[in-house]
């Protein structure tokens, strides 16, 4: 079965502390995937994709096939992160994303 | 700047009630997509469709149906809301093979079925 699985509910770090939100994923082959971000009264919105290999507000995410892992990292948390981050798979061949469950990253000043 | 509107924020309704939650979007995309956003369980797949009078079954599409007569227009109607209906619904969409690119998702409709 295709599923992702974010462990974490709620994240809670101080300012400047460094940030891992985990991913983890089921499919057989090689998926695309994705960290979705949603800051409070804004829409959902693409925050990185695991193809582009690129980093956004100073956040990184590494596919670990071994692992079956997409975890999204930051060395250094600001408060202005602190929001509801969805990781999520896309089957090759289609466009449709299966999405996880959701970590709410809270940044204390 | 591109955009999906999803004509109501918020709703209210009554339990038997039919309901329709509208969808539209400005950007010639093929694919439109419903999903429910729940605490605790994420945004899990209603609908989707392809084109225009395609139509595809998600992950929960018990209780829902949709409708696409319209590229620009995807509407998720609850045939007889039900109180476990009581969602945020989010509408989505993205250009055929180009889900790479990212979704564009709208403000969502918070559904509340009394």
């Known amino acids: 079965a295709q599923r992702v699985t974010q462990p974490e509910k709620l994240l809670s770090v101080f300012k400047g502390a460094p940030v891992e939100l985990k991913c983890n994923y089921s499919?057989?082959?090689?998926?695309?995937l994705f960290w979705y971000v949603q800051y409070s009264r804004q829409r959902l919105q693409l925050l990185l994709r695991?193809?582009s290999r690129e980093s956004i507000k100073g956040f990184t995410a590494d596919l670990n096939k071994g692992e079956t892992s997409f975890h999204l990292k930051k060395p250094f948390a600001q408060e202005e992160d602190s929001a509801m981050y969805y990781c999520a798979l896309s089957p090759i061949g289609t466009d449709k994303l299966i999405f996880g469950t959701g970590t709410r990253l809270q940044v204390f000043p | 700047d591109v955009k999906v509107t999803q004509s109501s924020r918020y709703l209210v309704k009554r339990t038997g009630e039919k309901v329709f939650l509208e969808c539209v979007q400005d950007m010639d995309h093929e694919n439109m997509f419903w999903y429910r956003q729940d605490p605790g369980l994420g945004l899990r797949l209603i609908y989707f469709s392809y084109d225009v009078k395609m139509k595809e079954k998600g992950d929960i599409p018990e209780g829902y149906s949709v409708s696409r007569e319209k590229k620009e227009r995807f509407s998720l109607i609850l045939e007889s809301a039900s109180t476990n209906q009581t969602s945020m619904y989010l509408c989505?969409?993205?250009?055929?093979?180009?889900?790479?690119?990212?979704?564009?998702f709208g403000s969502g409709t918070r559904l509340t079925v009394v």
């Open positions: 499919y057989s082959g090689s998926p695309e």
């Open positions: 989505a969409s993205t250009q055929v093979g180009r889900t790479n690119y990212g979704y564009t």
């Open positions: 695991h193809i």
